[in-house]
């Protein structure tokens, strides 16, 4: 391995990174490619709903003009079909394309070598813009059944758009160091156990489907049969059920909340039901129909155990017990502004007809997420106390205790080890020769000094304990920043200019930046 290599490349490229910065046709390949991919996503989509469908006739010009309004539809965009709106659209193709915006993202800031936050931002105001503009050029162009109004268009591919690449190049240009540098230590904690909140109530919502669907089986099965007599309608509305399986878990989550959801006049609780007519697709044979039973009001157990997960893991959050609460509370926060965001995009407009609107009703969904999370979090936290067992829960105080006596046992134990077998002390040895060094005028110094001229390998190991010496700061004692990405370890001088900023890299170097 050659010096160079140890060489991070935001010191051995930084002139001529920040000179070129972005490489525009990268950006311009990588959002071409993004549109294309969005666009042959949707089209298979409706290829395979219509090469199956018994009734259908397959069609290719029909097909690549159907994706138009399909890629809208990827990125939420609330359309019209026969002036009936349709607003209620699947939550796992958007994810999809979120995920493939957030690859080309960090794929072209990886290549360009993008590394601080300023250089991000041209990255993701084009990726947004172009989906924006796209959007807006194919509901303008859009004249038939199917339409969508220019504004909504631009607004939901421009944020969808925004929001992916932001996620992508979030880590590698110091998006979130720059989050963390700027909030304290409790409001950080809070906001990672504000992400763990989301991912347990996500998973809460999906053992409410599962069970559902275990429970409702017999009734899909019935669904499928009423669609149809061949294998390809079958198909299609399994496909249909699939592309809808995130919205479904978000409403697993509100009903297992207590809030429940409503499809038209069928309005669904945990111990109330209205009872009231539903679209017939496999997915939907879940939603019961009629009387609600007692033993349903287990399921308001699971938000209780997304609240007690959160208080245990805010338990290991350093500092006071007022510490652990904010973070409590952040956390609480930011699990029902999620939960209010994801709720309002999964329901909406189901046409005119008896349907009506699909609502997770968001609003109460969000306020009583706020209340599973904070109420259960705050009591684990309080009455628990903290976690003394996890190393950034102890006190400081009590830790440089028992590191200065763990180093007063260490060298008790080394200069016992060090009495010779005659049980005489080295202490007693030493003063005694340094007496009889004295007594006969001899100069041991000089020999020394002579001996280690004579030998360099003590020069070497002298040279060595002075480095180890050196190396033990009192910063390398401090506590590290747990899950975050480290601060610079000290300032460079005042009257010396600075090599890097180091917020300039995360020192994550993949194999494209050592090129």
Known sequence: MSVLDSIPHAIADGPRERRHGIRWWLLAVAVGAVLLIG?????????????????????????LVAALPGWLALHQTALKI????????????????????????????????????????????????????????????????????????????????????????????????????????????????????????????????????????????????????????????????????????????????????????LEVQPLH???????DLPLLSVLPTHDSAAWWAIVLALP????????????????????????????????????????????GDLGNGPFGQVTLQPVALAAATLCWVAIPAAAVTWLAGPDLDDEFGADPAETGDVADSTAANDDADSADETTDDAGHDPAEAAASDTSDDAETGTDNTA???GDRADDPASDNAS??????????????????????????????????HAEIDPTEFDGDLSWDDRR
């Open 82 to 265: 026969m002036d009936a709106p349709l607003s209620v659209l699947p939550l796992l193709p958007t994810a999809l394309v979120m995920l493939l915006i957030a690859v080309a993202s960090a794929w072209v800031a990886r290549r360009s070598r993008l590394r601080r936050p300023d250089q991000a931002w041209p990255l993701i105001a084009a990726m947004g813009l172009v989906h924006a503009f796209v959007g807006t050029a194919i509901a303008v162009v859009l004249d038939g059944p199917v339409s969508a109004v220019p504004v909504d268009a631009f607004l939901s591919c421009g944020l969808v758009a925004t929001i992916a690449s932001t996620a992508g190049v979030a880590n590698r240009c110091g998006l979130i160091y720059l989050v963390w540098e700027r909030v304290e230590a409790e409001v950080w904690s809070g906001l990672r156990l504000g992400l763990l909140a989301l991912a347990a109530l996500v998973a809460a919502g999906g053992v409410v489907l599962l069970a559902g669907i275990c429970l409702s089986a017999p009734e899909m099965v019935a669904a499928l049969a009423r669609l149809g007599n061949t294998a390809g309608d079958a198909i299609g509305a399994t496909l249909l059920s699939l592309l809808y399986l995130p919205n479904a878990v978000m409403a697993g989550w509100s009903f297992a909340t207590g809030t429940g959801l409503a499809v038209g006049r």
């Open 304 to 347: 209780l155990v997304v609240g007690l997960l959160v208080g245990s893991a805010a338990r290991r959050v350093p500092g006071s017990l007022a510490r652990r609460l904010l973070a409590v509370g952040v956390a609480a926060a930011v699990a029902a502004m999620g939960t209010l965001l994801l709720a309002h995009v999964a329901g």
């Open 273 to 279: 039901v209205v009872p009231g007519p539903v679209p």
């Open 39 to 63: 666009y042959l996503v949707a089209a298979g989509l409706i290829a395979l709903v219509m090469a199956t469908a018994g009734s259908a006739e397959f069609d290719p010009v029909v097909v």
């Open 463 to 496: 040279e060595a304990e002075a480095a180890d010496a050196d190396a033990l700061e009192p910063d390398d004692l401090a506590p590290k920043i747990p899950h975050a990405r480290k601060a610079a370890e000290s300032e460079p001088p005042r009257n010396k």
């Open 447 to 449: 020999g020394l000094d």
